[in-house]
């Protein structure tokens, strides 16, 4: 089966974290997220957020291979067995989870990466006078889709690059939101299968940088209310053809595993 989270409502979850407003054609929050936000801030708000977008960390990974993801599992407080939209292609999908609107909407259909022209999450924070950093691997569909907005840009051809930016970033405490996309297992399993050892291996490396991330985050923005996501674009299958991809309209593609956190400001 498909799972009944909607991809749709982490903008506007987000944007509530934040007490703003969300983008104009943002759907409907996850009232999940917004149940752990009202349940552990003071505030019932956040006023720092950072999310980690690691490219195709299908949900059944989660459940294939769940002690995996540990690391990410002890740092956060919910799990949400996520939907993602069709098709279940990077720019679509991330499309979709930054404007809070279906691909018919936002624009983008089909892979391809032209900015898109409705407000995202990213307008919504800096209209609010607050700060965001979008850190992404160069010439990524991330690094494409959401340019031309008065947010700050930071983009490294790999991910270990864009890991030692976001650890800057965090350490500054500049931003209220940040953004970070790693792409290596989604490159592995084209090139290979999806439980390669080099794609397994790309996975672990996701796990273990969300996991130095919002150690991070935790030692820099103790004085911060702040929300950590961990959240994938979509799922992905292994063809007949022996390798890993995603386009089909099928659980192994659309379902995906995200989970978030939240921080209290320390006393
Ligand atoms: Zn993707």
Same mark, same amino acid.
């Given at each position: ?24 054609? !943002? %759907? ?25 977008? #690691? ?25 949400? #067995? ?31 990466? #032209? ?34 907005? #008065? ?19 965090? !350490? ?22 999806? %439980?390669?050892?080099? !794609? ?66 320390? !006393?």
């Amino acid at each position: 089966m498909i799972n009944s989270a909607r991809l749709t409502g982490l903008t506007g979850s987000v944007a509530k974290a934040l007490n703003i407003p969300a983008p104009e054609k !943002a %759907e409907a929050s996850l009232p999940e997220i917004d149940a752990l936000v009202e349940h552990l801030s003071p505030s019932g708000r956040a006023d720092r957020v950072l999310i980690y977008n #690691p490219d195709a960390v299908a949900f059944w990974l989660f459940q294939k291979y769940t002690e995996l993801f540990t690391p990410v599992m002890i740092r956060t407080n919910i799990t949400i #067995p996520m939907q993602a939209v069709f098709p279940p292609v990077t720019p679509v999908c991330f499309g979709t989870m930054y404007t809070g609107a279906m691909p018919a909407v936002h624009g983008i259909e089909k892979y391809e990466k #032209p900015i898109i022209r409705i407000y995202t999450l990213f307008d919504a924070v800096a209209r609010a006078g607050k700060k965001a950093a979008l850190i992404a691997v160069a010439d990524s569909s991330m690094a494409k889709i959401f340019l031309e907005r #008065p947010i700050d840009y930071f983009f490294a051809p790999t991910d270990q690059e864009v890991e030692q930016i976001a650890l800057e970033k965090i !350490a500054e405490d500049q931003y209220d939101l940040i953004c970070v996309y790693h792409m290596d297992y989604d490159e592995w399993i084209h090139d290979t299968t999806p %439980e390669s050892e080099q !794609a397994m291996a790309a996975l672990n490396r996701h796990v273990q940088s969300f996991a130095v991330l919002s150690d991070a985050v935790k030692q820099h923005w103790a004085e911060h209310q702040t929300l950590i996501g961990f959240a994938p674009d979509h799922g992905l299958h292994e063809t007949i053809m022996g390798v890993g991809d995603h386009f089909a309209d099928i659980p192994a593609d659309m379902n995906m595993v995200h989970f978030w956190g939240f921080y209290p400001a320390k !006393a």
